[in-house]
């Protein structure tokens, strides 16, 4: 393709700016805060191996194709969607894909950036709590705030409006080459803490002994839905990313880059956090306040805690920051494409759409707890359906893409590869095996 290295939104120049930024928004509040939380929710070791396969047979071959659709397209995903199909001269429909991506986007920021609100608000905590009952008590005290919440969500909400509204493109690559590796390095030192817990082989064998009786249709597809979440696949993110990737990079080795990245934050937040889980006595299924009650315990009880945990909770609301900007960028790219809107103006306005719904997500931990849908609560199901069923049916929605309706051509153009061994098992997989398994997980569900 000609000018195949231009997007309207600039490209990427930096070697490393396309991994950085993916992992950043890879790397974020699923990896430390809801990887923990739902593999104690369902089960521990089962739910984790169930997550391991479908980050290895679903997530990186679904990335690899999510990655090589949106630098083929060098659009915003809607008009990547709309590029593509035409190329393949079939049915513009595709770009409803694109559409239903921005929106599922913004659905995930609203109640993502509640969370990452907890963890700004945590960063002012005192870390002197006496044990354990006091940490839950304060968590819950914390969640009965309607306001307290709605302030930190809406400090979260304006960094990620004033980032996107800056552009992607800069500014980001100071932040994460900087700050990611300072937080993995503290993760590995909370490991550490773990080891002398003295509970640390019970942590890490609930973590790792998959007890096979504890596997039903919903751990399955949580665990489908978690590996969606954590590697940010099937709303556009990595489209709209893939977008400004230099046309010479390899996206193969990205993808591997990115996703054992991920899944080594993923484990080591599992590793630090369990053995404190069972050394105070704690209940490893404690729901979305998991790490806001283990973790500010850890830091009461260690020399220079106070300073730790302000560094850590600092380092986690950047890693939801570089990763809320990944859910924002596909609309705003869309709206900045298509009706001409400036970046900031579209920013602004799809941020406080995001805002808006956010509200009822922080609420539903208070004034409207008791305003359930199937059990849940607004914030459980804009999570439920958001990461269980928007993303998988998107992933595979892109997979059934470039496995069906992608010319072969373009593909191999766009990976710079020949038509090997390894490229047909990929293929095989978007094809047949990534389309089967989502579908007989959603099928074991919902009978
Ligand atoms: N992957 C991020 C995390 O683990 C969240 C995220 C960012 C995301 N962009 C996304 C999830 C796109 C799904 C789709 O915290």
Not at 249 to 267: G, N, R
Not at 338 to 356: C, E, P, Q
Not at 379 to 401: E, H, R, V
Request: aromatic content about 14%; proline content about 4%.
């Amino acid at each position: 393709m000609e000018n195949s290295d231009q997007s309207i939104h600039g490209t990427w120049k930096g070697r490393w700016t396309f991994i950085l930024a993916a992992t950043g928004s890879a790397v974020g509040l699923g990896n430390i805060w809801k990887f923990p939380y739902m593999a104690g929710d369902n089960g521990g070791g089962a739910f984790v191996l169930i997550y391991l396969a479908c980050i290895c047979f679903i997530g990186i071959p679904i990335m690899i194709a999510e990655i090589t659709i949106g630098r083929r397209g060098r659009n915003s995903p809607v008009n990547t969607m709309k590029k593509l199909s035409l190329e393949a001269q079939t049915t513009p429909y595709w770009t409803l894909l694109g559409l239903a991506g921005a929106v599922a986007g913004l659905l995930i920021l609203s109640f993502y950036s509640v969370a990452a609100g907890w963890a700004i608000a945590y960063i002012f905590s005192a870390f002197n709590y006496s044990d354990s009952s006091v940490v839950t008590s304060t968590f819950d005290s914390f969640l009965a705030s309607p306001g307290k919440l709605i302030f930190w969500h809406s400090v979260f909400i304006v960094l990620t409006i004033a980032i996107v509204a800056r552009g992607v493109i800069e500014g980001l690559e100071v932040w994460i080459s900087k700050l990611m590796p300072l937080l993995f390095i503290l993760l590995v030192f909370l490991c550490l803490y773990s080891m002398q817990s003295g509970a640390f082989l019970e942590g890490l064998s609930y973590l790792f002994k998959p007890d096979f009786t504890k596997i039903t249709g919903s751990v399955i597809l949580a665990a489908l839905g978690q590996a969606f979440f954590t590697l940010s696949l099937g709303m556009g993110a990595i489209m709209a990313y893939g977008a400004y990737m230099p046309s010479k990079q390899s996206i193969i080795y990205t993808a591997f880059s990115v996703a054992s990245l991920d899944t080594l934050v993923a484990l080591l937040a599992g590793i630090a956090i369990f053995p404190i889980v069972f050394a105070n006595g704690l209940s490893p299924s404690g729901g979305p306040g998991l790490v806001f009650i283990t973790l500010p315990l850890a830091f009461s009880s260690m020399p220079l805690g106070a300073l730790f945990g302000i560094v850590f909770f600092v380092l986690l609301s950047i890693a939801a920051l570089s990763s809320s900007i990944s859910l924002l960028e596909p609309s705003v790219a869309w709206l900045v494409e298509s009706l001409k809107f400036k970046r900031k103006t579209a920013a602004l306005i799809l941020g406080t759409i995001a805002w808006s719904l956010g509200l009822l997500s922080a609420l539903s931990f208070n004034l409207l707890s008791e305003f359930k849908l199937f059990g849940r609560n607004f914030f459980d199901l804009t999570d439920f359906f958001t990461n269980q069923i928007m993303l998988p049916l998107g992933g595979i929605f892109i997979a059934i893409f470039v496995g069906w309706v992608m010319k072969k051509d373009s593909i191999l153009e766009e990976l710079s590869i020949k038509e090997n061994i390894l490229y047909k098992i990929w293929i095989f997989i978007l094809r047949y095996v990534a389309p089967f398994l989502v579908a007989v997980v959603f099928i074991g569900y919902f009978l």
